[in-house]
């Protein structure tokens, strides 16, 4: 099978469509389907959540690192042919202990076909970077909401149904996979397989770099209070539960519309660090909302925050990664971006729990604004620090970035 010289962006875009919807049939089920038909405790159910993103994170960590160095092709193919055996035995063993097994495979696949993707997407033209981060982004969301909306309809028919649409999926993935992502790996990583093994970082790219990836973890820590206790407090307060799952429709609705928008305007947005505050000072504001709503409408207006704010910082942040990383290593970071959103998505549901059963669900959400204002002025603080001396690698020609890499091998900080 012939080679391409680079994947062309409409593929990844689709790519990372059908992986998230695969992937959004099964988290909303996880829960009603594991205690209500399986007859496990919420605690059982708990764990197993938690096993899968653990699994999650360990996937995006090791993927990224082996991203670098190895055939990107047959590392995609084989998250994807993972994800689909998973699926298929999930068609025939959905009980008891083989759901959750199985459940925490295809969380391993998951998170390593999105560091995949991120890292692919880091390793286009440099002047689609952002465009491309922004559309995937896009696509993402699309998934989950065309994944969501089916999940209820086919759920009801039987899970040998629901798996059988899944494994159909991923096997038609694996098929446009085979002809669409087969390109020379030097042209997607930058480098020969057997170079850049040990890449460091210059010293202020390294105190940028971490200063992110600790942010995402505690945005994705506390952005998780709205998808795992936010329904009960409505309730609690005497609202539908319908009127919890309208909110996510309004989120994937401006999702889709603010980063359309995004998308249109390109590299017209100059500062992409400003983009980044800006979305983390919304997310911070939503929480503000939340500690003095107490009807309908002031969620609604919470929840507009909150997207407004996602939908900004969140393809902003794997776009700023990449373009302090170094072209050999673009696997290893967009990884770690992975790997510290998803970790705190484990542990979010947790976190939240305690701080409801020792204080209460306003103590909560002001801990979350508070906190985020905290992490946006830290990140502030040192953007403006070390940006004056930080490496774009962006702005340079991929010969120049190699090269730059290795002369500057002993005046780095190892990350």
Same mark, same amino acid.
């Given at each position: 099978m012939a080679q391409k010289q680079l994947i062309k962006t409409p593929w990844l875009i689709a790519g990372q469509f059908m992986n998230n919807i695969g992937m959004s049939f099964i988290w909303p089920l996880t829960t009603i389907y594991m205690h209500n038909v399986l007859g496990k405790s919420l605690t059982e159910t708990g764990v197993v959540l938690m096993l899968n993103s653990v699994a999650n994170v360990l996937a995006s960590t090791i993927g990224g690192r082996i991203f670098d160095r190895g055939n990107p092709y047959h590392l995609l193919l084989m998250g994807i042919g993972l994800n689909g055996l998973a699926n298929f035995a999930l068609i025939f063993f959905h009980g008891w202990p083989w759901y959750p097994l199985l459940l925490v495979v295809t969380g391993f696949a998951s998170g390593w076909l999105n560091t995949m993707f991120n890292a692919l997407a880091a390793s286009v033209p440099r002047d689609k970077v952002r465009r491309t981060f922004t559309l995937m982004y896009l696509a993402a969301n699309l998934g989950v909401v065309f994944g969501t909306m089916l999940v209820g309809i086919v759920y009801s028919m039987g899970m040998q149904l629901l798996f059988s649409l899944t494994t159909s999926l991923f096997v038609i993935f694996l098929i446009i996979a085979l002809f669409e992502y087969n390109v020379d790996s030097s042209n997607v990583t930058g480098v020969d397989p057997r170079q850049g093994q040990n890449v460091q970082l210059p010293r202020a790219n390294f105190h940028i770099v971490w200063t992110f990836f600790i942010s995402l973890f505690i945005i994705w820590l506390l952005y998780e209070q709205w998808v795992s206790n936010l329904s009960v407090y409505m309730t609690n307060l005497g609202m539908p539960l319908r009127n919890y799952s309208f909110l996510w429709t309004i989120n994937a609705g401006l999702l889709v519309l603010i980063q359309s928008i995004l998308s249109l305007l390109g590299d017209r947005i100059k500062n992409l660090y400003y983009q980044f505050f800006f979305g983390m000072l919304f997310v911070g504001l939503s929480f @503000?909302?939340?500690?003095? $709503? +107490?009807?309908?409408? +002031?969620?609604?207006?919470? %929840?507009? @925050? @909150?997207?407004? #704010?996602?939908?900004?910082?969140? !393809?902003? %942040? !794997?776009?700023?990664? =990449?373009?302090?990383?170094?072209?050999? &290593?673009?696997?290893?970071?967009?990884? @770690?971006?992975? &790997?510290?959103? $998803?970790?705190?998505? =484990?542990? #979010? !549901?947790?976190?939240g729990g305690v701080i409801i059963d020792n204080w209460s669900y306003k103590a909560l959400f002001l801990l979350a604004f508070v906190v985020l204002l905290i992490v946006l002025a830290v990140n502030v603080g040192v953007v403006h620090l070390n940006h004056p001396r930080a490496v774009n690698y962006m702005k340079t020609d991929l010969k120049t970035n190699v090269s730059r890499e290795t002369k500057q091998s002993e005046k780095m900080v190892s990350s």
């Amino acid at each position: 099978m012939a080679q391409k010289q680079l994947i062309k962006t409409p593929w990844l875009i689709a790519g990372q469509f059908m992986n998230n919807i695969g992937m959004s049939f099964i988290w909303p089920l996880t829960t009603i389907y594991m205690h209500n038909v399986l007859g496990k405790s919420l605690t059982e159910t708990g764990v197993v959540l938690m096993l899968n993103s653990v699994a999650n994170v360990l996937a995006s960590t090791i993927g990224g690192r082996i991203f670098d160095r190895g055939n990107p092709y047959h590392l995609l193919l084989m998250g994807i042919g993972l994800n689909g055996l998973a699926n298929f035995a999930l068609i025939f063993f959905h009980g008891w202990p083989w759901y959750p097994l199985l459940l925490v495979v295809t969380g391993f696949a998951s998170g390593w076909l999105n560091t995949m993707f991120n890292a692919l997407a880091a390793s286009v033209p440099r002047d689609k970077v952002r465009r491309t981060f922004t559309l995937m982004y896009l696509a993402a969301n699309l998934g989950v909401v065309f994944g969501t909306m089916l999940v209820g309809i086919v759920y009801s028919m039987g899970m040998q149904l629901l798996f059988s649409l899944t494994t159909s999926l991923f096997v038609i993935f694996l098929i446009i996979a085979l002809f669409e992502y087969n390109v020379d790996s030097s042209n997607v990583t930058g480098v020969d397989p057997r170079q850049g093994q040990n890449v460091q970082l210059p010293r202020a790219n390294f105190h940028i770099v971490w200063t992110f990836f600790i942010s995402l973890f505690i945005i994705w820590l506390l952005y998780e209070q709205w998808v795992s206790n936010l329904s009960v407090y409505m309730t609690n307060l005497g609202m539908p539960l319908r009127n919890y799952s309208f909110l996510w429709t309004i989120n994937a609705g401006l999702l889709v519309l603010i980063q359309s928008i995004l998308s249109l305007l390109g590299d017209r947005i100059k500062n992409l660090y400003y983009q980044f505050f800006f979305g983390m000072l919304f997310v911070g504001l939503s929480f @503000l909302s939340l500690v003095i $709503a +107490h009807d309908y409408p +002031h969620f609604i207006f919470a %929840m507009v @925050l @909150l997207t407004i #704010g996602e939908a900004t910082w969140s !393809p902003a %942040m !794997p776009t700023l990664v =990449s373009q302090l990383s170094p072209i050999s &290593a673009k696997g290893r970071y967009q990884g @770690l971006v992975q &790997a510290f959103c $998803a970790l705190g998505r =484990s542990l #979010g !549901p947790l976190f939240g729990g305690v701080i409801i059963d020792n204080w209460s669900y306003k103590a909560l959400f002001l801990l979350a604004f508070v906190v985020l204002l905290i992490v946006l002025a830290v990140n502030v603080g040192v953007v403006h620090l070390n940006h004056p001396r930080a490496v774009n690698y962006m702005k340079t020609d991929l010969k120049t970035n190699v090269s730059r890499e290795t002369k500057q091998s002993e005046k780095m900080v190892s990350s």
